[in-house]
Nanobody, 126 residues
Framework: QVQLMESGGGSVQAGRSLRLSCQAS????????LGWVRQAPGQDREVIVS????????YYADSVKGRFTISQDNVKNVLYDQMNNLKPEDSGMYSC???????????????????WGQGTQVTVSS
């Protein structure tokens, strides 16, 4: 069973940056996907960024495009989400997730993911 543990959340002012990290307990399959999911207050969870490991294909939700960057360290089994120019609407619980078998496709839907972390809170004040 894969375990995912997030860190790096916090409270910042608008315009600042945060980098989230997700430590995986085991190596991700080469044909899997890793992603970050956000649940903002009063809203449904959404996949905001993902990376397809087989071909390095990335996905960014329109709301974060140009501001967030997903990356991974395959040696350390760590997934990162660099978040720049944060906005109050970026506030929420951020969880990393793993889709074990996405192959060459982007994993953009919540039900594609098999394992989830507990999440780390991000609060952005105006």
């Amino acid at each position: 069973q894969v375990q995912l543990m997030e860190s790096g959340g916090g409270s910042v002012q608008a315009g600042r940056s945060l980098r989230l990290s997700c430590q995986a307990s085991a190596s991700t399959l080469s044909n899997g996907c890793l992603g970050w999911v956000r649940q903002a207050p009063g809203q449904d969870r959404e996949v905001i960024v993902s990376v397809t490991l087989e071909n390095s294909l990335t996905y960014y939700a329109d709301s974060v495009k140009g501001r967030f960057t997903i990356s991974q360290d395959n040696v350390k089994n760590v997934l990162y989400d660099q978040m720049n120019n944060l906005k109050p609407e970026d506030s929420g619980m951020y969880s990393c997730a793993e889709d074990r078998l996405c192959f060459k496709h982007r994993a953009t839907a919540l039900d594609e993911y098999d394992y989830w972390g507990q999440g780390t809170q991000v609060t952005v004040s105006s």
